[in-house]
C-alpha cells in the first residue's frame, strides 16, 4: 500500500524560508517528485530525488531520505506568488502517487 | 502549443447524464495518463496508456468510467450515468517511457466537471 504524508497548510512571510515536509510508506518506489499547482490550475514540475540527499535549484531545493521515509521542499526568499498548493509524489510502476498537499500562503 | 491540452475545460451536466472528455498530449510522448483530483487533495491516478495499450486501471475506477486511446495519441475518457460524487477536476498528463528517464509528468489544465 501508500500513504504519503504532509501538513494541510502552511503560512510564511514575504522573503523567508520555509520548508514543506512529506513522510510516505510505499512499495515500490522509484523517486519523489514535487509539484506546485496555483488554484484552479495544473501541477507544474519542481524537484525529482531518487538518491538521497540535497537537489538545488534556485530558489527551490529539495531533499531525501529513503531510509526514513521522508522528503523535504525548501523555498528560499518567498516572493508572494510563491503562495499556492505545493504536491508530493512518489512514483510507483509508473505511476503517480500524491499526498494531499500544502497549502501555502505568503503574506508580506 | 506544444503543451497537453484537454477539452473541455469546464463541463456542467445533470445527475445520470454521460459526459466524454478529451486529451490531447504533447505530441512526441506514448505514456498519457488520467487523474482525478477533488477539492483540497492531491491528484488521484485512475488510468494510463502506453501508445493505444491501457496497461492499469485503478481498482477505484467504478464500471461507469472507461478510457480510450484509440492511435496512441489523443485519449477520451467517458463517465456513463454521473453521479454527483464524479464532481472534480479530471487531469491529463503525459510523458515517455525511457530507461534511465526520470518519468516526469506533465500536466494539462484539466476539466472541471460539475453534476448537479
Known amino acids: 500500500g501508500q500513504n504519503i504524508d504532509q501538513p494541510t497548510e502552511m503560512t510564511a512571510t514575504e522573503g523567508a524560508i520555509v520548508q514543506i515536509n512529506c513522510t510516505y510508506q510505499?512499495?515500490?518506489?522509484?523517486?519523489l517528485f514535487w509539484y506546485q499547482q496555483h488554484a484552479g490550475e495544473a501541477p507544474t514540475f519542481l524537484s525529482y530525488?531518487?538518491?538521497?540527499g540535497l537537489e538545488e535549484k534556485g530558489r527551490f531545493s529539495s531533499f531525501l531520505s529513503r531510509s526514513k521515509g521522508y522528503s523535504y521542499l525548501l523555498l528560499k526568499e518567498l516572493q508572494m506568488k510563491d503562495s499556492a498548493s505545493y504536491l508530493c509524489a512518489v512514483i510507483r510502476t509508473d505511476k503517480l502517487i500524491f499526498g494531499t498537499g500544502t497549502r501555502l500562503q505568503v503574506f508580506p | 502549443d506544444t503543451g497537453v491540452s484537454q477539452n473541455p475545460r469546464h463541463k456542467i451536466t445533470k445527475r445520470g447524464q454521460n459526459v466524454t472528455f478529451r486529451c490531447d498530449p504533447i505530441s512526441e510522448h506514448n505514456r498519457l495518463y488520467w487523474y482525478r483530483q477533488t477539492l483540497g487533495q492531491g491528484p488521484e491516478f485512475l488510468t494510463y496508456?502506453?501508445?493505444?495499450?491501457?496497461?492499469?486501471k485503478s481498482r477505484l475506477l467504478s464500471d461507469r468510467f472507461s478510457a480510450e486511446r484509440p492511435k496512441g495519441s489523443f485519449s477520451t475518457l467517458e463517465i456513463q450515468r454521473t453521479e454527483q460524487g464524479d464532481s472534480a477536476m479530471y487531469l491529463c498528463a503525459s510523458n515517455t517511457a525511457q530507461r534511465g528517464i526520470k518519468g516526469e509528468q506533465f500536466f494539462g489544465p484539466g476539466t472541471r466537471l460539475t453534476v448537479l
Open positions: 530525488n531518487v538518491l538521497d
Open positions: 510505499t512499495s515500490g518506489f522509484n523517486g
Open positions: 496508456f502506453q501508445n493505444e495499450a491501457q496497461l492499469e
